[in-house]
């Protein structure tokens, strides 16, 4: 057995996302969001299943916290639900909304637990998706105002920021795949919505400096690791594209100011272009303190002519994979990060999501939850290998807290720390909450 030591001010955390576990979709003047309307459309979420009650957290925030204090997290990273802020995108401000979020977030402050706020994991308000959402660029402006009213009621309580959660799934995911809200197929739009996304980022990061508020702020983009399938040319060159595909698109422009020259080209065969207006790129570049990211899986690139979008094929070679059928890549994730440093520089990172979705239920009160226990440790290595590559790494928060509404999937994939049972809303820890307990209090690994 050997052990591995994290830095002493290393970061442990957990995650979760307002649409995925509040509940009270309806409630306190919070106005509909296109999750709302997505999942009350039938067809489009497995088994008909919605976010009305979910974990039901808005009214059991007391008693996730409480096993938040008894996980021993030092962090906890959660979303704001714009609609309950502001019903209509914009104009009215919803009293209870910020009520709500006061009370949910002093009692963190109170338990010694860090909030780390995403301000938008993808439950846009359904107004503003009736005036175009994130395709028209007036909803960069609301945006804009949602985020000056969170930072000016929240200064001095939140001090960690995240502008938006993984850009890819809100415009490839949602509006080109279309297996998420609003559900558009069309891959201009995906690409008019990612540069939106990316104004309203740069503007806000922008604002924040400029109204001097405390604390750091980042963005969470989810990044994969895809290798060629051989040494063929062809093969090299797919690997490159599907890799850029998720992460130079939404790399490239933070850092670099330009999108990747070679994927621009490519789209444009494909009769899509990115339209920026004078000084987009710019704004967009404006630097950040940390980089949130989401990592899960990756895989292997053949070159297949004409094959779905990048003439590239994923080749399954014989992965172990979790229940959702993801690859378990834990070495992706060191290759992941040691690119990102040596292409963009020494970002201080946070892991802001990586976990594993596996459906094991209580048995006898108890929850053997192993698969998920071997998919965390084999990335945590990682993060030391990391760490000693000189990799600027801050801290890992793991998805998730607690089993929650998995998006398309609905409640038939699970990811959390905490079983959920959803007839009765009853918490049961499993067995990787205090394989991680032991991990967050000692700080170390054995392996
Ligand atoms: O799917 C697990 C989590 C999800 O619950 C989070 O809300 C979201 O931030 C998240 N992103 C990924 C990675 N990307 C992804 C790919 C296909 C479907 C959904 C997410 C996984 N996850």
């Known amino acids: 057995m050997s052990v591995i030591q994290f830095p002493k001010d290393f970061v442990w955390g957990a995650a979760t996302a307002s649409y995925q576990i509040e509940g009270a979709w309806n409630e306190d003047g ?6 709302d309307v997505f999942s009350h459309t039938p067809g489009k979420v497995v088994n008909g299943d919605n976010g009305d009650i979910a974990c039901d957290s808005y009214h059991r925030y007391e008693e996730d916290i409480a096993l938040m204090k008894e996980l021993g997290i030092k962090a906890y990273r959660f979303s704001i639900a714009w609609p309950r802020i502001y019903p209509q995108g914009s104009g009215e401000v919803n009293p209870k909304g910020l009520e709500y979020y006061h009370r949910f977030v002093d009692k963190l402050i109170e338990n010694g637990i860090e909030p780390y706020c995403t301000l938008y994991h993808w439950d846009l308000p359904q107004a503003l998706q009736e005036k175009g959402g994130w395709n028209n660029r007036e909803t960069i402006d609301a945006y804009l105002q949602y985020a000056e009213t969170m930072f000016k009621e929240f200064q001095g309580k939140i001090k960690y920021w995240i502008t938006f959660n993984e850009p890819w799934c809100v415009s490839m995911l949602s509006n080109y795949i279309g297996a998420h809200a609003p559900g558009n197929q069309d891959l201009q739009l995906a690409l008019d919505v990612a540069h939106h996304l990316f104004v309203a980022h740069g503007k806000t990061v922008r604002m924040f400096r400029e109204l001097g508020i405390e604390g750091q702020i980042g963005i969470a983009p989810n990044l994969y690791w895809y290798e060629p399938y051989s040494n063929r040319k062809e093969d090299v060159e797919a690997a490159r594209r599907k890799r850029a595909w998720y992460n130079e698109w939404f790399l490239d422009p933070l850092f670099k100011g330009s999108y990747p020259q070679f994927m621009v080209d ?8 990115v339209n920026i207006q004078p000084g987009d ?17 990756g895989s292997l690139a053949r070159y297949k002519e004409n094959f779905e979008d990048f003439d590239c094929e994923e080749i399954d070679e014989g992965y172990e994979k979790t229940d959702i059928g ?12 040691t690119w990102l440093t040596e292409t963009y520089g020494p970002v201080p990172i946070y892991i802001t999501e990586n ?17 998920r226990i071997d998919y965390l440790q084999k990335h945590i290595i990682q993060l030391n290998r990391c760490i000693q590559s000189g990799v600027n790494l801050k801290g890992y928060i793991t998805w998730s807290f607690m089993d929650n509404f998995e998006w398309a999937e609905g409640y038939s994939k699970r990811f959390g720390l905490v079983h959920v049972d959803y007839n009765t809303l009853k918490r049961t820890p499993k067995d990787s909450f205090y394989w991680y307990r032991h991990l967050v209090r000692t700080n170390w690994l054995d392996i």
């Open 281 to 297: 790129m710019e704004i967009i570049k404006e630097p950040i303190d940390f980089l949130g990211i989401n990592y899960y899986s």
């Open 266 to 273: 490519w789209y444009k065969k494909k009769g899509a272009e």
């Open 30 to 35: 919070k106005g509909l969001s296109i999750w």
């Open 326 to 337: 993801w690859n378990i890549y834990p070495e992706g994730l060191y290759k992941t990060l």
């Open 355 to 371: 976990g594993a979705c596996y459906n094991d239920g209580p048995v006898d009160g108890r929850v053997r939850d192993q698969k």
